[in-house]
């Protein structure tokens, strides 16, 4: 098994030195599931001398449990200088596919912050459309501190929908399972067909949308 990386301030620290005073990490969460939203998150953190002791224990939001993200989530929210979350619908990633959809929902983070960024560092490679300088960063949420805040933001905001949206669409177990191609899921798929919230151009569908007035619930 690889070790784990450490996420630092280095490019936070390099773009502080060219004088960028407002730098949001940025990531998504929900790429690869058949069912729910896609979430992104931005999230702009003090300069290292402002550190907090929670700093230590970020890490990639996979790299972690339920329970350290549910730790570290609020006192992100609390204490970092900006949080903002981009929401893309289910409907929505059916009707201009899935990477236009992750990059729409970082905008939406990016807008959604309190402070207009000055500068940001997306996990990726994607190419985006912004008002602002950025630069992708390859596996920047296990290298770049506020990436990885924001993975972590990103994924407990994710999970919580998922959990919220199995008590409405009971059934599919999506609390469990968050959207995810599980053989649980698959299964249930088999027994109950879609839902509203199945993202209808992924596999196990491949079927063409429907329109907007017919998709809502």
């Not at 929210?77 to 900006?82: K, L, S, V």
């Not at 509203?196 to 063409?208: E, G, I, K, T």
């Amino acid at each position: 098994m690889p070790a784990r990386t450490t996420p630092t301030f280095d490019q936070e620290a390099a773009l502080w030195s060219q004088g960028y005073r407002c730098i949001a990490g940025v990531d998504e969460v929900g790429r690869g599931p058949v069912a729910g939203p896609v979430v992104a998150a931005a999230v702009v953190l003090f300069p290292p001398d402002s550190e907090f002791p929670w700093l230590g224990q970020v890490r990639d939001s996979k790299q972690l449990t339920a329970l350290q993200r549910a730790k570290l989530e609020p006192q992100i929210r609390a204490e970092a200088f900006g949080v903002g979350v981009g929401v893309v619908s289910p409907m929505l990633i059916d009707r201009i596919g899935i990477a236009p959809a992750c990059r729409e929902a970082m905008r939406r983070a990016l807008a959604d912050l309190p402070c207009r960024p000055d500068f940001a560092v997306i996990d990726g490679r994607d190419r985006l459309t912004l008002e602002q300088p950025y630069k992708m960063v390859i596996k920047g949420d296990s290298s770049v501190l506020s990436v990885a805040a924001a993975s972590i933001v990103a994924k407990v905001y994710r999970d919580a929908l998922m959990v919220r949206l199995d008590a409405c669409c009971s059934g599919w177990g999506f609390a469990r399972h968050k959207g995810y191609a599980t053989a649980e899921h698959l299964s249930a798929i088999q027994r109950l067909g879609p839902s509203v919230a199945h993202r209808r151009s992924f596999l196990p569908f491949r079927q063409p949308p429907l329109p907007l007035e017919e998709a809502r619930p």
